[in-house]
């Protein structure tokens, strides 16, 4: 079955496809870089990222484009208090951003916008606009979309515009849910405001206009496939269709994927009820970055997540066995025997299939990952019993590269992006925000004896619960600080080099 994936737009799933024959062109909201991402942000650059690699998996080569928004409210409002200019303020947090990224193994899209770099393109997509009278300016010289010209406004959401008044403006980025308007393509500025000076008259473009103009830029007028997380459906991407689809006459995105908001601890995530976190404060509290990569990835994207610190020790458990898995048959050496247990054999094969067949049907991470962990158990039983061939564990690690060419959390980094995390509290002041088990594993610089200690109990210990993965990532690390490791009979001693 080639991959399907539900498309908002139809409500039905459809298979995906290049439809020009050569790459899958697609466009993902990017951020709004005026704070650090927050892991719901993460949650859909994740999966994202899942069907990134799902595609090319099912042999797509790939044309992805996401944009940084990096004019906007919030960044003017947060940059004035700041007392800097808007693209030094955000350029600080577009570099947190891609940083957090590759701390979450999250592949780079082929082309990355910025909305301040692409500005004449939005100018003339709204010149364009303007001459067929779908565009038109309001008196204090901002420019708004006429959406009682666009007959296919509401198809993405399914909004109901009856009712709605014609002339009825909205100017702000974020706006209500429910009420459908005219809404900002181009802003007239106040003084004092970043501008820039067009055609159009001084001003700064709206939100929305920026994913139209980039997109169309990067892809063509028409590409395949759309995607954000679900609040971007209305009005952001409703108002997307209507800017190209007026200005082209063509159809725009083919394929809409989005992502359903991730709930932390019951709640909508928000400062005011605790729940709210960055990828940094968990990394700072001593959680590890593929932990949380696997636990957002843990439940299909349609679905609701509610991220719990409970669910996020499991997943650093889970990690763990895999990893300690992948160790176990890759470097030991099996024997050389025909296959004596045919069972095993269809046994990871039907695995395979199991694993391939859950993520084409629109991308069903949680019963990819049950069908390895089944193949784990087996495989495991298999050789604590002696009756696993060389044969068998080559299948086995065939599929564990299949599953990590998606899920991406067997190779242990979570250790360096830790202590990089740690540098960046020094740097900004925030050590209070680390835990005490961080700070006494990972120290400040180098290792107390005491913390040295720490660890080398805690690799005995992963040693004899057969997590090896573990353990030689905490002889790495000690390593790296310049601590030498002598296995004894007496038990382990250390030394500084
Ligand atoms: P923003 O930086 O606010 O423009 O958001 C970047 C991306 O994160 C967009 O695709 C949003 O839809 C998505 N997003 C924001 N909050 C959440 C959340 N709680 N869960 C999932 N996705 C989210
Ligand atoms: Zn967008």
């Known amino acids: 079955m080639p991959l399907e ?25 990017g951020p709004t870089v005026y704070d650090y991402g927050h892991i719901g942000n993460f949650r859909t650059f994740l999966h994202v990222d899942v069907l990134r690699r799902a595609a090319r998996l099912n042999g797509l080569a790939l044309h992805h484009v996401m944009n940084i928004t990096d004019v906007d409210d919030k960044i003017i409002r ?61 008196e204090d010289g901002s420019w708004y979309f006429r959406i009682a010209r666009f007959p296919g406004y509401g198809k993405l959401s399914g909004k109901d515009l009856e009712g709605i008044e014609d002339g009825a403006r909205v100017d702000l980025d974020e706006y209500e849910k429910d009420s459908a308007r005219d809404f900002a393509l181009w802003k007239a500025t106040k003084p004092g405001e970043t501008s820039w000076e067009t055609p159009l008259g001084p001003g700064r473009p709206g939100w929305h206009i920026e994913c139209s103009a980039m997109a169309m830029k990067y892809l063509g007028n028409s590409f395949d496939l759309h995607a954000g997380g679900e609040d971007l459906m209305f009005p952001h991407h409703e108002n997307e269709i209507a800017q190209s689809e007026a200005a082209t006459h063509e159809p725009f995105a ?40 696997f636990l957002l990835l843990s439940v299909p994207y349609r679905h609701q997540l509610n991220f719990t610190f409970d669910g996020l020790i499991e997943s650093t458990n889970a990690v763990d066995r895999l990893r300690t898995f992948n160790d176990r048959i890759r470097k030991s050496t099996w024997p050389d025997t025909p296959p004596t247990d045919d069972s095993l054999t269809s046994l990871i094969r039907k695995g395979d299939l199991d694993f391939t067949a859950a993520l084409n049907n629109d991308l069903n991470t949680a019963e990819a990952r049950a069908a390895i962990f089944d193949v784990l158990r087996a495989v495991n039983t298999a050789a604590d019993q002696s009756r696993l061939t060389r044969f068998d564990a080559e299948e086995t690690l065939a599929l564990l590269n299949k599953f990590d060419s998606i899920f991406a959390v067997l190779e242990d980094r979570d250790a360096e992006l830790t ?26 610089g180098s290792l107390t004896d005491a913390g040295i200690d720490a660890l080398v109990a805690e690799r005995t210990q992963a040693k004899q619960q057969r997590n090896f993965a573990r353990a030689d990532a905490i002889r790495n690390e000690l390593l790296e600080k310049g601590i030498l490791l002598e296995d004894s009979k007496e038990g382990v001693r250390w030394k500084r080099k």
């Open 5 to 29: 994936l539900f498309n908002t737009l139809s409500g039905k799933n459809e298979p995906l496809f290049a439809s020009d024959g050569h790459a899958l062109r697609f466009y993902c909201c």
């Open 254 to 293: 083919r394929h809409w994927f989005h992502v359903r908001f991730l709930l932390v601890e019951g709640k909508k995530m928000s400062k005011s009820e605790g729940n709210f976190f960055t990828l940094r404060d968990l990394l700072l509290k001593g959680y590890r970055a593929s932990a949380i990569r």
């Open 419 to 444: 202590r990089a995390a740690l540098t960046w509290a020094e740097a900004e002041g925030r050590m209070a925000d680390v835990s005490p088990e961080v700070l006494e594993t990972f120290g400040t």
């Open 78 to 138: 947060n940059a004035s208090a700041a007392g800097k200019p808007i693209g030094e303020y955000s350029a600080r947090f577009e570099r947190a951003f891609f940083e957090d990224m590759d701390a979450l193994n999250i592949e780079q899209p082929e082309d990355i916008a910025r909305a301040t770099e692409n500005i004449p393109g939005m100018v003339s997509l709204i010149e364009r606009l303007a001459s067929e009278d779908i565009a038109y300016k309001a």
